[in-house]
């Protein structure tokens, strides 16, 4: 009896000795303090990780558009090259088409020579002979010009808004100056006025 009394006591005294040295609260904070490190670092890392991942996404996207948009800039050429390899042939094949009706051509003062398959043309001198290809870049350049002269008039007619709206300005401030002389004048007939009343 005596010694069950004894150990009981004996347990109690550590178990108090204990929770002096680190009561359950401190316990539970510490705990609560190691586990919200933990829960910040991982959410840190998480937050680091999604970062990086969306900018190689956006790398990736980038880089995708910019493939996607050469792709469809060569397709875009290459069709267009083709369409104009197409007509030029096709206006070509009815070209000589016509020519294979015609009979043989005796060029006059004015009139264009077109070659036969198999002849050369000579050019005399002050005369010209111009290839289909000769004759698109010919066009290109009246179609060129034409555009030009179309951007100079629209430059010319900038230049006369703009001369329009500097002479606006200066009405408006001619009227100005005119209401600021009106003002004065006013201002001095009062002062006039106010200068007889005091006498």
């Given at each position: ?58 790398g ?32 070509s ?19 264009e ?6 002849e050369e ?22 179609e ?8 100079v ?31 004065e004048?006013k201002e ?12």
């Open positions: 009896m005596r010694m069950r009394r004894m150990r009981k006591r004996r347990r109690r005294s550590k178990r108090r000795k204990r929770r002096r040295r680190r009561s359950r609260t401190r316990r539970r904070q510490k705990r609560r303090r190691n586990k919200r490190c933990k829960r910040r670092r991982k959410g840190r890392k998480r937050r680091k990780r999604n970062k990086r991942c969306k900018r190689r996404r956006k990736r996207k980038r880089r995708k558009r910019r493939r996607r948009n050469k792709r469809c800039k060569r397709r875009r050429k290459g069709r267009k090259r083709r369409k104009r390899r197409r007509r030029i042939k096709r206006c094949k009815q070209k000589w088409m016509i020519k294979e009706e015609e009979e043989e051509f005796v060029p006059e003062e004015g009139e020579f077109v070659p036969e398959e198999g043309f000579v050019p005399e001198e002050g005369e010209e002979f111009l290839s289909e290809e000769g004759e698109e870049q010919a066009k290109e350049g009246e060129q010009a034409k555009e030009g002269e179309e951007q008039k629209e430059v010319e007619e900038q230049a006369k808004e703009g001369e329009e709206q500097v002479k606006e300005v200066e009405e408006r401030a001619k009227e100005g100056e005119e209401w600021a002389e009106e003002g004048e001095g007939e009062q002062d006039n006025a106010f200068s007889s009343q005091m006498k």
